[in-house]
């Protein structure tokens, strides 16, 4: 963690690592603002500030007398099925736009090519998008792609067709890995975002298998305040990808 962030948002982090972790459940009780102040140091302030806007972004909840504690969860259950983005927004009467951020051809990194069981230095293509409703984002899609799956990945116009469209019609799903996860948004993508740093956030990675191979791997970014996982699960369904 960098030295240089506030202390406030060191302590969100803290605090979103630890219900994240299920360390603290949801419903339970976090420890006091002079508990927190005491084992970091730092001033109550800066705790309220912490408690604070985490209770303002529904990740805990405070009572008058009786303490903070974790918020319920908005979402019940793990979300298995993923449909388009552009169908869910379109779907809840909402206009869909996008705006593509990186769109190239890159080496590798070993911590990527771990992800498609490749050697570090291996080409994949890597698209990053943020798509958008009614003007306002609501995901921001890191996506590499195996180009034995997609080879022509790089040319799709990504106005007209998503990344989850085009790899449906060209790499037929076999199977899908999920996980979702708590986060806290860097800088960089509370300025994606368009939300502040240290915002928390709603992070689902995925994998999908095509013809043998892995065919993609992906991190869909969501500010948790916008949007939340509701779905169900149905054996046999092919729509993830």
């Known amino acids: 963690m960098s030295k240089s962030q506030p202390q406030y948002l060191k302590l969100k ?19 006091s603002e002079n508990e927190l ?3 970091f140091g730092i001033a109550r302030m800066t705790v309220n500030r912490a ?8 990740i805990l909840t405070r009572t ?3 303490g903070t504690f974790v918020a ?22 909402c206009t869909h736009s996008v705006k593509v951020l990186t769109l190239e051809s890159i080496s590798a990194r070993l911590v990527v090519a771990r992800q498609f069981e490749l050697d570090s230095g291996v080409m994949l293509h890597h698209s990053r998008l943020l798509h958008l409703a009614d003007n306002k984002p609501v995901q921001l899609e890191d996506r590499f792609v195996n180009p034995i799956c997609a080879p022509d990945y790089l040319s799709v116009d990504f106005h007209k067709e998503t990344p989850h469209q085009y790899l449906m019609r060209m790499a037929p799903l076999q199977r899908a890995e999920h996980s979702i996860e708590a986060e806290v948004a860097s800088v960089r993508v509370a300025s994606a975002l368009s ?13 999908t298998w095509s013809r043998n191979h892995i065919a993609s791997y992906v991190r869909l970014t969501h500010p948790a305040d916008r949007y939340r996982f509701v779905d169900t699960f ?3 369904d092919s729509s993830i990808s």
Request: charged share 25%; no cysteine; glycine share 10%.
């Open 37 to 39: 102040a005491a084992e």
């Open 72 to 93: 319920e969860p908005k979402a019940e259950s793990t979300m298995f099925e993923v449909r388009s983005i552009r169908d869910e927004i379109l779907a809840r009467g």
């Open 195 to 207: 939300i502040q740093p240290g915002a928390p956030l709603l992070v689902l990675t995925r994998r």
């Open 51 to 58: 408690l604070r806007e985490l209770t303002h972004a529904g």
């Open 234 to 236: 149905r054996v046999g």
């Open 13 to 31: 982090q803290y605090i979103v690592r630890h219900i994240t972790n299920g360390d603290w459940p949801p419903l339970g009780r976090i420890p």
């Open 64 to 66: 008058q007398g009786s």
